[in-house]
Nanobody
Framework: QVQLVESGGGLVQPGGSLRLSCAASGSIFSIYSMGWYRQAPGKQRELVAVITSGGSTNYADSVKGRFTISRDNAKNTVYLQMNSLKPEDTAVYYC?????????WGRGTQVTVSS
């Protein structure tokens, strides 16, 4: 019902930057919030950042001050600007859209931070 497509991942050096995009399509009405999660090999999926229907944002402590989540309502797109990247940021990043009774997920985009 809701399709999410992530893009913008890739290989970057420590200290570098990437911007991830998540384009939503389909039945996009009544989405309460959208967010970014990530999962590294052997680790649990964790919340990175979320933006609510009211426009407020929340971040994991590990990314505060480095990552910024934003949205473009006209394009139905959510972004994650990632600066000062660290090797521990390496993971598959997933876009999430939350409705009252449902959650929707993209297929993920790989972010690798390495020298």
């Amino acid at each position: 019902q809701v399709q999410l497509v992530e893009s913008g991942g890739g290989l970057v050096q420590p200290g570098g930057s990437l911007r991830l995009s998540c384009a939503a399509s389909g039945s996009i009405f009544s989405i309460y919030s959208m967010g970014w999660y990530r999962q590294a090999p052997g680790k649990q999926r964790e919340l990175v950042a979320v933006i609510t229907s009211g426009g407020s944002t929340n971040y994991a402590d590990s990314v505060k001050g480095r990552f910024t989540i934003s949205r473009d309502n006209a394009k139905n797109t959510v972004y994650l600007q990632m600066n000062s990247l660290k090797p521990e940021d390496t993971a598959v990043y997933y876009c999430n859209a939350h409705k009252r009774l449902s959650d929707y997920w993209g297929r993920g985009t790989q972010v690798t931070v390495s020298s």
